[in-house]
């Protein structure tokens, strides 16, 4: 037998030494998902390494490298097929997608292991699901998209005074309410030109032209334990069908690409879809987002780009890939809910 094949007895100090480190790592990731703190993100990630790192020697000492390369083939061979057997039960080719924002609470938590199913044939799904319809001509089409950057536009509170003081909590007595197209918005927070935030209202009467019109209530925010007021786009007019938000409607993922404002896999509710000729465009929106996912600069996503739809999940599991891919910071909306 070669000396490296030579296998030792299970020390029992090492596996105390693993149990506790197995204890520090649940501990950690249930204290990132409580505080969304990076610093516990990261020291979680850190201690992941080292359970990875102290498994495989522990198991070269105890098994031999021979027997321990084995079974980390194994394993990835396990995990393989079962991927490939979600893959074909849940007709998508990514059945398994992960929470990474606060947008869909109460709902969905940050962190959440989702299950997705796609859409095998989206007509059949949109009726099974009871989701709204509209259907426009291919003219109505052409011009909502050579003039998207119109319905990047939603309502905030502003500043009498200074409009570009603008927010869509209402904390104070006086206020106005106008529309702001938040593209604009977006290239001057990027630069940080916060002052100039008053060159992007615009006239109510814009929404006249457009293919949507985004209509706004007031409704109850609890942030921080403390209850406001929130200005929200709660119904939306299309082609003079006007849709109300419906929480019972499914939950989509979908891709987002180079011209959204959004980046990576959003996971939200449809509430509309348009129809042109043989395409559907999903118009999704965050249950705790105060506007449609279009109105924050975000394409409408078309079958193409919808990876399936929510059926079921597992709280917290999927904040390890939160860590692992340096997700470590929660946003605002964490410690908010919209009451609708």
């Given at each position: 037998?070669?000396?490296?094949?030579?296998?030792?007895?299970?020390?029992?100090?090492?596996?105390?030494?693993?149990?506790?480190?197995?204890?520090?790592?649940?501990?950690?990731?249930?204290?990132?998902?409580?505080?969304?703190?990076?610093?516990?993100?990261?020291?979680?990630?850190?201690?992941?390494?080292?359970?990875?790192?102290?498994?495989?020697?522990?198991?070269?000492?105890?098994?031999?490298?021979?027997?321990?390369?084995?079974?980390?083939?194994?394993?990835?061979?396990?995990?393989?097929?079962?991927?490939?057997?979600?893959?074909?039960?849940?007709?998508?080719?990514?059945?398994?997608?992960?929470?990474?924002?606060?947008?869909?609470?109460?709902?969905?938590?940050?962190?959440?292991?989702?299950?997705?199913?796609?859409?095998?044939?989206?007509?059949?799904?949109?009726?099974?699901?009871?989701?709204?319809?509209?259907?426009?001509?291919?003219?109505q089409m052409d011009s909502f998209l050579s003039n998207i950057r119109n319905e990047f536009v939603s309502y905030y509170a502003y500043s009498p005074s200074n409009p570009s003081e603008i927010a869509t909590t209402l904390t104070g007595s006086q206020y106005q309410i106008g529309l702001y197209n938040n593209k604009c918005l977006n290239t001057y927070s990027a630069i940080g030109q916060y002052n100039n935030y008053y060159k992007c209202?615009?006239?109510?009467?814009?929404?006249?032209?457009?293919?949507?019109?985004?209509?706004?209530?007031?409704?109850?925010?609890?942030?921080?334990?403390?209850?406001?007021?929130?200005?929200?786009?709660?119904?939306?007019?299309?082609?003079?069908?006007?849709?109300?938000?419906?929480?019972?409607?499914?939950?989509?993922?979908?891709?987002?690409?180079?011209?959204?404002?959004?980046?990576?896999?959003?996971?939200?509710?449809?509430?509309?879809?348009?129809?042109?000729?043989?395409?559907?465009?999903?118009?999704?929106?965050?249950?705790?987002?105060?506007?449609?996912?279009?109105?924050?600069?975000?394409?409408?996503?078309?079958?193409?780009?919808?990876?399936?739809?929510?059926?079921?999940?597992?709280?917290?599991?999927?904040?390890?890939?939160?860590?692992?891919?340096?997700?470590?910071?929660?946003?605002?909306?964490?410690?908010?809910?919209?009451?609708?």
């Open positions: 037998m070669d000396k490296q094949d030579k296998v030792k007895k299970p020390n029992k100090d090492s596996s105390k030494i693993l149990w506790l480190l197995y204890a520090l790592l649940a501990v950690l990731i249930v204290m990132y998902a409580i505080r969304n703190n990076p610093a516990i993100g990261a020291a979680a990630l850190i201690t992941i390494v080292v359970v990875l790192v102290v498994e495989f020697k522990y198991s070269v000492k105890s098994e031999g490298i021979r027997k321990s390369v084995i079974d980390v083939v194994v394993a990835l061979g396990a995990v393989a097929i079962i991927w490939g057997v979600l893959i074909v039960v849940l007709h998508t080719s990514a059945p398994i997608d992960v929470v990474s924002s606060c947008s869909m609470l109460p709902v969905l938590q940050r962190g959440n292991l989702v299950a997705l199913h796609g859409i095998n044939n989206v007509t059949n799904f949109l009726k099974e699901h009871d989701v709204p319809v509209v259907n426009v001509t291919a003219p209202r615009v006239q109510n009467s814009v929404q006249n032209s457009n293919l949507i019109q985004y209509n706004y209530t007031v409704g109850n925010i609890t942030i921080n334990g403390i209850g406001y007021k929130e200005i929200y786009t709660q119904t939306v007019t299309i082609s003079n069908t006007t849709i109300t938000e419906n929480y019972s409607n499914p939950i989509v993922v979908y891709k987002t690409n180079s011209n959204d404002s959004f980046s990576g896999d959003i996971i939200h509710r449809l509430v509309a879809v348009i129809r042109s000729g043989n395409e559907y465009y999903f118009l999704t929106k965050g249950d705790n987002n105060p506007g449609f996912d279009i109105q924050f600069a975000n394409y409408p996503a078309t079958q193409a780009g919808v990876i399936g739809y929510y059926v079921g999940g597992i709280p917290i599991i999927g904040y390890l890939k939160l860590i692992i891919s340096g997700n470590l910071e929660g946003d605002a909306q964490c410690n908010q809910v919209i009451a609708h």
